[in-house]
């Protein structure tokens, strides 16, 4: 019951990585919010917890109008809001940026960090209104060391590392806000885009010989939202079994 009494937000949580942190704070104690563009997902996230403990929503984090929206559920369903965990995000290698359009640019940045800025600004007062709380966005390691091909998620990643060392400074002592950067996870997603071959090889790059699982990063946010993690703001945490390089 290590988030006991919290409140928070979690984006993405319609599969993957957020769908294993909304699970993985419920049952930890904490009351979510899990928005997602995808219901059915939502519907798999929700299942088997009780209602008291989880709400979905149907919502864009990229938009202005349904980051307010995820605020106020949050007031209104479980009084208060204490933590945001930031996960929507994604990509498609391929281009350099002689290739990329500028539509294109545009849309993989607002999508991996314009969201996080416009849950991080909805977010905030209501956080300050609560007494104080911690946020966590996911990044990447490729925002670390980079990545062929893919540089508007290299870009945008690396934004939210240093977004959320600017959002450490300027909203201490009441909010901490960090940052974990995974290495290669065994998401759907990543079975679904890559051969068993190339998972097996990236397998063989770990220090621990084996992808991630989601719920090891959701279980890296929970201690960051905790605290146990009081004396922790600011920071970037590696977890990548080792390897910190790109996906």
């Not at 929206?69 to 209104?76: G, I, Q, W």
């Not at 391929?94 to 999508?111: A, F, I, N």
């Not at 960051?224 to 993690?229: F, H, I, P, Q, R």
Request: some cysteine; aromatic content about 4%.
């Amino acid at each position: 019951m290590q988030l006991a009494g919290k409140v928070a937000i979690i984006t993405g949580a319609g599969a993957g990585i957020g769908q294993a942190t909304a699970r993985l704070f419920v049952q930890r104690g904490a009351r979510v919010i899990a928005t997602d563009l995808d219901e059915a997902g939502l519907a798999e996230t929700r299942q088997g917890l009780g209602d008291d403990m989880i709400e979905t929503l149907v919502s864009d984090a990229t938009s202005v109008t349904d980051a307010a929206k995820a605020v106020a559920l949050a007031s209104d369903r479980f009084g208060g809001l204490h933590l945001l965990v930031n996960v929507v995000g994604g990509s498609r290698p391929g281009k350099t940026v002689v290739d990329l359009g500028e539509d294109e640019w545009d849309y993989w940045v607002r999508l991996n960090l314009t969201s996080t800025f416009l849950m991080c600004r909805a977010a905030i007062p209501a956080i300050d209104a609560a007494g104080g709380g911690a946020i966590v966005n996911i990044a990447s390691g490729a925002g670390v060391t980079g990545m062929g091909r893919n540089p508007a998620y290299v870009a945008a990643k690396g934004g939210v590392i240093a977004l959320t060392r600017s959002l450490a400074i300027d909203h201490a002592p009441t909010i901490r806000a960090n940052c974990i950067a995974p290495g290669p996870i065994l998401t759907p997603l990543m079975q679904r885009n890559r051969s068993e071959p190339e998972i097996a090889f990236m397998s063989k790059l770990s220090l621990v010989a084996r992808l991630g699982k989601p719920e090891e990063i959701g279980a890296t946010a929970a201690f960051l939202c905790s605290e146990d993690a009081a004396f922790i703001n600011g920071e970037l945490i590696n977890v990548a079994g080792g390897r910190g390089g790109p996906i």
